[in-house]
């Protein structure tokens, strides 16, 4: 017998003047929760790792070199892009507005 | 999901509410104060304070961030709910077939749940503590963390609210705390007064279940879990040399408060004492304008009637005598009347049956 919480239609308490940065604050902090159950997830990874001996804490902490940064460039600027691209405002497929 | 993800979650919730605590709710205080600070008498109803501070941005995002961590530490992605129905099937077997031992535990299926426990789903665990049967475990887990402030020493508030009523002298034989939960209050009674008997009565069967099943492993006291409406026990007159409860009355509405304090006074023996802890002691319209969102934000619907409910007159119309009312200080650094970081108004609402 599984009761697990269900979406209902009740009345939504809403706290903002725009109802929508209620929600959209909902989806900040659900996505908080997650990044740091990420990072928490990833300092386990790693001192695990270190403790079996197959991470240098070291190599992984220092500074990155110019070749590393190079090569993380591209990978950085499709992401940026694909995060700020919602606010130009353009329309990808052709419809009425 | 997986051990880990869920502490690391529920722990980030936690350090969110922290900072509500201690940083958030001061700086709101701090607000409130500056505006009045030049009136000549300070407000004195909640909607007064409602006027001067219920839009500003940070009472906004003060009263969001109460509502809804709430909602996800019981119902997020990392929520105490779906993590314990996901291992619903190890938890019922740790307490399968408990009922047997028919001393410890006796469960009443047919006992009918009344209506204000039915309609709303108190402080916002999804399905009330009671309906699922692996309800007793979820409140359990989720009243570790409360209140952030205390920390691992959640335990001490109710220690010290029976240490309260052990430091009065006498030493109570038979004991009956009402809306007793998992058992949380009726432990600190059976292991102080070890040579009593001790009756715990809750509506919830999945809570009960969880008491019964810690008592069984903890203690060699007697004690006895019920499933019993405290409004209507079926307890002889004058069985009882203690009555006592913890966080039961604020969520009664005002009849069955009064009907508790009737039941209450009607199980006790003559010369024997109640003692009740819960939130009350709410002394200016500032703590009452917090009391009151809280309230509504929390699912607690009749919080605010009680905290207008006099005990003392109630208590007396009971017949009851030496009535107090003290507010309680739940940890070592708090401050009952004047605390820096936001609290729950803790009290104790005290009164003897006169002597036969
Ligand atoms: C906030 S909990 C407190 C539980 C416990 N005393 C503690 O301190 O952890 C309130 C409890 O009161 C119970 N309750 C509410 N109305 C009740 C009633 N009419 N009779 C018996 N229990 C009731 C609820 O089921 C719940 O377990």
Redesign the interface.
Same mark, same amino acid.
């Given at each position: @017998?599984?009761?697990?919480? !269900?979406l209902v239609d009740l009345a939504e308490?809403t &706290? &903002? !003047?725009d109802p929508a940065l209620?929600r959209a &604050?909902?989806v900040v @902090?659900?996505l908080?929760?997650?990044v740091?159950?990420l990072r928490?997830?990833q300092q386990?990874l790693e001192r695990l790792l270190e403790e079996a001996g197959v991470l240098d804490r070291a190599a992984l902490d220092g500074e990155p070199s110019d070749q590393e940064r190079r090569a993380n460039a591209d990978d950085r600027a499709e992401f940026t892009r694909a995060l700020m691209i919602s606010l130009l405002g353009k329309q990808q497929s052709q419809g009425a507005a | 999901m997986d051990d880990r993800s869920f502490i690391a979650a529920q722990d980030f919730i936690l350090d969110v509410k922290r900072f509500w605590t201690t940083e958030i709710y001061p700086a709101l205080k701090a607000d409130y104060e500056n505006r009045t600070a030049s009136f000549e008498s300070v407000p004195d109803t909640s909607e007064e304070v409602e006027a001067l501070i219920g839009s500003t941005t940070l009472y906004r995002f003060y009263a969001w961030l109460e509502r809804h961590l709430q909602r996800l530490k019981y119902s997020g992605r990392y929520g105490l709910y779906p993590y314990h129905d996901g291992k619903r099937r190890e938890l019922m077997a740790s307490v399968a077939g408990i009922e047997i031992a028919a001393d410890r535990l006796t469960l009443n299926p047919d006992l009918p749940i009344p209506e204000y426990y039915r309609k709303v789903d108190i402080h916002q665990h999804p399905g009330g503590i009671w309906r699922d049967e692996i309800a007793g475990f979820v409140y359990e887990r989720g009243a570790r963390s409360t209140t952030p402030l205390m920390g691992k020493a959640h335990k001490d508030l109710h220690q010290r609210f029976t240490s309260f009523v052990a430091n009065q002298g006498t030493t109570p034989s038979h004991i009956l705390d009402m809306g007793c939960g998992f058992g949380k209050s009726t432990r600190p009674f059976y292991e102080t007064f070890k040579e009593a008997i001790v009756d715990a009565i809750d509506l919830s069967a999945p809570c009960l279940k969880v008491g019964a099943h810690e008592a069984g492993y903890c203690t060699k006291s007697t004690v006895r879990y019920r499933q019993m409406d405290a409004l209507t026990t079926d307890y002889d007159d004058n069985t009882f040399d203690l009555v006592t409860s913890t966080m039961l009355i604020h969520e009664l509405p005002p009849a069955e408060i009064n009907q508790l304090f009737q039941e209450a006074t009607r199980v006790l023996a003559p010369g024997g004492r109640m003692a009740h802890l819960d939130f009350h002691h709410v002394p200016n319209a500032f703590a009452r304008f917090i009391h009151d969102g809280h309230a509504r934000r929390n699912n607690e619907p009749f919080m605010s009637s009680w905290a207008d409910i006099d005990p003392v007159a109630l208590m007396a119309e009971k017949g009851l005598i030496n009535i107090e009312i003290i507010p309680f200080q739940e940890a070592d650094d708090v401050d009952p009347l004047n605390n820096p970081f936001w609290r729950f108004p803790w009290t104790i609402v005290y009164g003897e049956k006169a002597p036969a």
């Open positions: @017998m599984s009761l697990a919480p !269900e308490q &706290f &903002f !003047e209620d &604050f909902g @902090m659900a908080a929760t997650e740091y159950v928490n997830r386990a | -």
